[in-house]
Each structure stands twice: as C-alpha cells, then as structure tokens.
Nanobody, 119 residues
C-alpha cells in the first residue's frame, strides 16, 4: 500500500555529486523507517543508508563520510546526498520503506534508479 518513486540518478564523473530523492505515497502513516539499497552488476543488493522516523541513521562503511540520508518535514520523502563519488558506487539504487501493520513488518521497494560514476 506504499508506492515509492525515485529520481535523481544519472551519469557523473568521479569526485562529483548526486542527490537521489524518493517520494512515498499511499499508507505512509505506517512507515517506521526508510532507506537506500544498491545493486551493482553481478553483485548482491546491499544496504547503503537508512533512517528511522525518529531520525536515527545507519550507513554502510563504504559510504560513511561521503553520503548523507535526509528526511523532509513530513517524513514522506527521503533524499540521499552522495558526494565524492567513486566508480565503485556505480549501481542501481533502490528506495526502501519499512511499514508496520498489525503484527507484521512489510518492505516496499521503488523501481530503482541508475547511478553511473565514470573514472
């Protein structure tokens, strides 16, 4: 019941920056956390950054100090500011939302947005 729409991906040179955005709609009142995952070609999907409704954040070691996850005032959108990009950051980036409903926890996923960092 949550729809996630990502934007902001593209092609950048190494050392450049991109800002990804994810807009949530639907049953957004049930969301307890949102985050960003990425999947590079031939590799498994991995967590990049996450943020709870209370503002607690978590980052992969590989992006600490370079990426920042933010939420807007209404907590229905999240952004991922990516600085000092490296070719190793090239991947499809997916927005994720964790929704609490009754006794269950449910994951929602965006369609993914391509980030390519040229060397």
């Amino acid at each position: 019941q949550v729809q996630l729409v990502e934007s902001g991906g593209g092609l950048v040179q190494a050392g450049g920056s991109l800002r990804l955005s994810c807009a949530a709609s639907g049953s957004i009142g049930n969301i307890v956390a949102m985050g960003w995952y990425r999947q590079a070609l031939g590799k498994q999907r991995e967590l990049v950054a996450a943020i709870s409704n209370g503002g607690s954040t978590s980052y992969a070691d590989s992006v600490k100090g370079r990426f920042t996850i933010d939420r807007d005032n209404a907590k229905n959108t999240v952004q991922l500011q990516m600085n000092s990009l490296k070719p190793e950051d090239t991947a499809v980036y997916y927005c994720n939302a964790v929704r609490l409903q009754g006794y269950g926890r449910y994951n929602s996923w965006g369609q993914g947005t391509q980030v390519t960092v040229a060397s």
